[in-house]
């Protein structure tokens, strides 16, 4: 990835201080893309993964949401125009569909879990 990450120093606690990565919505998006088909991967997973890849203590959670909101937004209305299941950013395998969160993505809970279940199948 020909990224720079945006690494910034957030407070830890009362004393400590951490590097915080502030991920790019491609960073984001090239990470769930990795998720296991069919399979619901939590979000601190993802975050994890990227703090790790960047050299990071941690991710930044609301700005790994934000873009979650977004990419589920293009996904979500790239496949009611007709595309491809597989062009697509695979958004519901980072969603509880029994979340707060998942009711506020595009498609709600029921895609999401339409969506792992086609997953599933098709393995």
Do not use: N
């Not at 990795?34 to 960047?54: D, I």
């Amino acid at each position: 990835m020909s990224e720079i990450p945006t690494i910034k120093p957030r407070r830890k606690g009362r004393s400590g201080m951490q590097a915080t990565l502030i991920p790019s919505q491609q960073m984001v998006a090239a990470q769930i893309r990795l998720a296991q088909e069919g399979v619901f991967t939590e979000l601190g997973v993802l975050r994890r993964r990227l703090a790790t890849q960047y050299g990071a203590d941690a991710c930044c959670p609301v700005t790994v949401q934000r873009h979650l909101r977004a990419i589920a937004d293009l996904s979500f209305h790239a496949l009611q125009k007709g595309e491809a299941v597989s062009t697509v950013t695979p958004y519901w395998r980072m969603v509880d569909p029994a979340s707060l969160l998942a009711t506020r993505l595009a498609g709600g809970a029921g895609f999401l879990r339409e969506r792992l279940a086609a997953e599933r199948r098709e393995r």
